[in-house]
């Protein structure tokens, strides 16, 4: 089993919809969650941290479910420029080294 | 959060060369890492630098294959050597504040 485990996608929505991505993660111990954005040929850059009692910013949402050891990613209202490649990274539990899924592909079309 | 530079962004080298890919970091930081990202694919650690220390590699990643120097806190280079088709891939270095981690522009490299 993959530590940290993504939907690869893609998901191909149209502008102004909801989408969620979920991330599942196998060490229990793990203290650090972070969804990043990677676009085609580019380097990943942190979106958000994600913290047990969630946090927002603006159209994103982000959640932690320590029990069930899974992250959530909630867009509203998507853009085209939202298209990306979005990555569940969680870190700690005994590594300083962090782990990233494989990340999810969102298309968003007009 | 860091910045960081890092060069080439892009090379095309033909099967048997050398390439070496340098990040500057703007601060002083305690550990650097490298990481391979082949098409489709999701981010490999390759290894990790250690200043004043050998860098310690991931399973599959071996010191011949892919040196890497870390002469002090700000500076390191990693070196993609007797390249090979394969070896095609983006290559990103990498900083952590403890928590998060920031990532140089990456550099994408095509072999012949």
């Known amino acids: 089993r993959k530590e940290v485990e993504q939907d690869p996608g893609p998901f191909n929505v149209p502008e102004g919809a909801t989408v969620a991505f979920n991330c599942t993660y196998s060490?229990?111990?793990?203290?650090?969650f972070f969804w990043y954005r990677q676009d085609c040929r580019k380097e990943p850059k942190l979106l958000m941290s994600?913290?047990?009692s969630g946090n927002e910013d603006g159209r994103f949402t982000a959640q932690l479910n320590r029990a069930s050891q899974y992250i959530s990613l909630l867009i509203r209202d998507s853009k085209l420029s939202d298209s990306a490649t979005y990555l569940c990274?969680?870190?700690?539990?005994?590594?300083?080294?962090?782990?990233f899924g494989r990340g999810t592909s969102l298309i968003v079309h007009p | 959060s860091a910045v960081i530079s890092q060069k080439p962004s892009r090379d095309i080298c033909q099967r048997g060369t050398s390439l070496t890919i340098q990040c500057q970091v703007d601060?002083?930081?305690?550990?650097m890492f490298w990481y391979r990202q082949q098409p489709g694919q999701s981010l490999t650690l390759i290894a990790t630098?250690?200043?004043?220390?050998?860098?310690?590699?991931e399973s599959g990643f071996v010191i011949d294959k892919f040196p890497i120097s870390r002469p002090n806190l700000t500076f390191s280079t990693l070196t993609v050597s007797n390249m090979s088709p394969e070896d095609s891939s983006i290559y990103l270095c990498?900083?952590?504040?403890?928590?998060?981690?920031?990532f140089g522009s990456g550099t994408q490299l095509s072999v012949l």
């Open positions: 994600v913290y047990s």
């Open positions: 990498s900083v952590t504040d403890g928590e998060k981690l920031f």
């Open positions: 601060s002083q930081v305690t550990m």
């Open positions: 990274v969680v870190n700690g539990g005994g590594s300083y080294i962090p782990t």
């Open positions: 630098a250690n200043q004043g220390s050998e860098a310690t590699y």
């Open positions: 060490n229990s111990a793990s203290q650090s």
